[in-house]
């Protein structure tokens, strides 16, 4: 379960969130938070996902809980 204020420990798919929000800015330059939202369908860039929040980004606001999908090196960062 991640909660405002949390650094992303690994690549996560979110099955379950309360108006959670991301900084991407480590990983795309881009300042913007955004809302992580299960209910909108995968795209087909991993980062253009509503559902995905990436090792070494933040949780800004609000919970969620997931999955994690890849770890150290093998993440998105990585």
Not at 26 to 38: F, R, V
């Amino acid at each position: 379960m991640m909660n405002g204020g949390d650094n992303i420990p690994c690549d996560i798919v979110f099955f379950k969130t309360n108006e959670m929000k991301v900084n991407n800015a480590s990983l795309t330059g881009e300042a913007e938070e955004i809302l992580i939202d299960p209910a909108i369908p995968p795209m087909k860039n991993i980062f253009e996902t509503k559902n995905v929040g990436f090792f070494g980004c933040m949780c800004t606001a609000g919970k969620g809980t997931g999955i994690c999908f890849k770890t150290g090196d093998n993440t998105c960062i990585g």
